[in-house]
Nanobody, 122 residues
């Protein structure tokens, strides 16, 4: 069955970097758009970035553009989110999701991982 497993979260100081991984199984990356979303305590889910399964096009939220980079390794069936220049407001649980639409809209994604915690604090 379709499964997504995130890893790579942790505690990092402001200005630091982390790389999140999203390992997919039960399908290949060519078949779906993969998105990263995050949810901070008391806030709604926020779309962070997504990558097209068709041509590798990418999309970023304004809040992370220029600091985060999404990429994929088809051989490993894994999508990555490189996060640089992290800020305290980036603190959240980060989820990857698979869907059929190249949009940062939560409701358009069919499959979700369990999430990984990212905490940015000194």
């Amino acid at each position: 069955q379709v499964q997504l497993v995130e890893s790579g979260g942790g505690l990092v100081q402001p200005g630091g970097s982390l790389r999140l991984s999203c390992k997919a199984s039960g399908f290949t990356l060519d078949d779906y758009e993969i998105g990263w979303f995050r949810q901070a305590p008391g806030k709604e889910h926020e779309g962070v970035s997504c990558i097209s399964g068709i041509d590798g096009s990418t999309l970023y939220a304004d809040s992370v553009r220029g600091r985060f980079t999404i990429s994929r390794d088809n051989a490993k069936n894994t999508v990555y989110l490189q996060m640089n220049s992290l800020k305290p407001e980036d603190t959240a649980v980060y989820y990857c999701a698979a869907g059929k639409f190249f949009r940062l809209v939560r409701g358009l994604y069919d499959y979700w991982g369990q999430g990984t915690q990212v905490t940015v604090s000194s």
